[in-house]
């Protein structure tokens, strides 16, 4: 629906069930209703198939899933997240110089990818809110995976219970694995263990049970039903010998076991697995191979909006399915892409490498009159026909209502485009933000305050968290803190005039975020303005801007030295010595033919962990407007139009 030019998605509250109890917290606020916010796309790789292209947004996911309703509401077969934990830690990542061998830590240095450090209230409500959009966006027959552990398993279980009735809740995965480090429980039972809670939106959902390997063979007598007595009973051969039949694997049950399911891993992939890609938190890709196996069907639509490192991602394109993926932290969109594109690589091969099927082994089976085309169509495989013969070949078995398309199981999903949700690009270092915000608005810091983090015109002004978008729930700190005494003495010595001039900070906001502070301290007269720099300053400055030194040469485009201001800052701090920029690139890019709009690499310069970018690249004869994107260590881009 339309409201003031902006469109708005509603959804309705599920009902409060007599008997189902229903979490409460404090600031605990209905979310009815969201509102359509646009996103930009950046990046393309790859071609569509059938119309098809996967999707990454870069962004906040409540941004992302509301962007996602316009075309996707009722459209999501399967959801996958693994959510922060509240586990009070700061992830970081360890960030190596391209090209050498570590023999210590003098040649890298951690870098703090996100903090998971919630109050219980705050984290609650967060959960609660993105819980309900993807319920919106989930198909009638939809599942929805929530991964968690001891910190939380508790509290979101019954939130969704809440959200998607307790009657749609089909199981509890317990995943245990290996700890080598139980030693150190002194006091408590060691933690071996995480929770996936698997939920449908309907009773009408997908489920099909998947096989694992058991370690070696086991035998087991045969059981048959006797129709006379009613029981069970063992069954035996003409002579009387009970039958035995032997197992080499069972069907997945709810307890998955490192060693049956071979995932090889810890809660975080260990580092010495050829699967780490040193993203904090990263899961095994084994755990979405059996989800996804298990709970859709090959081009259905896949989710996962805490993206992290691309797992989910990863898993669904070599499974053939079709996903969008969102994450707020730039670390993880290059991860992805980078992780994306090495896999699509690889698929893209297989099928080059991989006799060609025939047009027409998918669907019904040609009776004999048609066994003259199927022998043209596959003598030699398709390419051997020309377009002229496969589009009449095509079109016999067309009119014939046979499939002409290749069987689905055998469509891989291998293009994808990365978008920005709400001009979410200009912010590209989460981490220093704060910082950043104040001085390109020329904020007066405060730096011991516990309030305010500066002065702006006369005004106090306080930033939001800047991961998100404010809601009033953030507000919270603010009010506590607020120097009320001061406030009753500025009342009393000129009631008319505001006892504080507030300015707010963030980065999107709820649409009466300034209404609800000003009712909930209406006591004092307050003059409150909110500075969104989503909306009001959207062609403000955040970065601090990486320098290069690109030229073409003879035919070639040569990248001669690149500059990261940031990641050079922090390695002077390490007092680390490059001798080589590339030992700082994650990757680069080239766009040959740069519309102005979207860049569509065809080079893909992405290095595994020891080598490093090649910096040389033959310019191709029909080259125009060349955009080059250069990714240092830190996940920071340099694009250049050359």
Known sequence: MEMDGQLTFEFSKRPTIKGFPELRWTGKR???????YPAQLKERYGEDVSGWINKIFWGDNLQVMSHLLKKYRGQVDLIYIDPPFDSKADYKKSIKLKGQVVTGDSNSFEEKQYGDIWTNDEYLQFMYERLTLMRELLTEGGCIYVHCDWHKSHHIRMLLDEVFGAGNFVNEIIWHYA??????????????????????????????????????????????????????????????????????????????????????????TRKTSSECLGYPTQKPKRILELIIESSSRPGDLVFDCFMGSGTTQAVAMKLGRRFIGADINLGAIQTTTKRLISVAKELNGQQKAAPQLTLFQGGKQADDEDEGYLAAASAGGNDELSAEEKAQVAEYFKSKGIDANLPQEDVKYTGFEVYNVNNYDFFRNPVEARDLIIQALEIQPFPQSSVWDGELDGRMVKIMPVNRIATKADLEELKANLPYKTYEKRREENPKAPVELITIV??????????????????????????????????????????AEIVREGGKLIIRQFYPMNLMQKLSLQKEYVEDWRQL??????????????????????????????????????????????????????????
């Open 179 to 268: 700890d080598y480090m139980q030693g150190n429980a002194t006091t408590s039972l060691p933690k071996k263990h995480d929770n996936i809670f698997f939920y449908s939106k309907t009773p009408k959902y997908y489920y099909e049970r998947v096989k694992v390997p058991l370690d070696k063979p086991v035998k087991r007598n045969r059981v048959v039903w006797n129709g006379k007595t009613k029981t069970l009973e063992v069954a035996r051969d003409e002579f009387g010998k009970i039958i035995y039949d032997e197992f080499t694997d069972r069907y997945l049950d709810a307890v998955w076991e490192e060693d049956v399911l071979n995932i090889g891993q810890t809660s975080v």
């Open 30 to 36: 209905p979310y009815e209703s969201t509102q359509y």
């Open 506 to 547: 963030c980065m999107g906001h709820e649409p009466d975020l300034k209404a609800s502070l000003e009712q909930e301290l209406s006591d004092y007269k307050l003059d409150i303005n909110i500075v969104d720099i989503l909306r009001d300053k959207s062609d403000l400055e955040l970065k601090r801007e990486a320098e």
């Open 585 to 642: 690139v994650e990757s680069v890019m080239i766009d040959w033919n740069y519309d102005g709009v979207v860049m569509q690499p065809t080079v893909m310069d992405v290095p595994d962990k020891k080598e490093m970018v090649t910096g040389v690249y033959d310019i191709p004869d029909d080259a125009g407007t060349i955009k080059v994107k250069i990714t240092d260590l830190l996940s920071e881009s340099l694009e250049v139009e050359v």
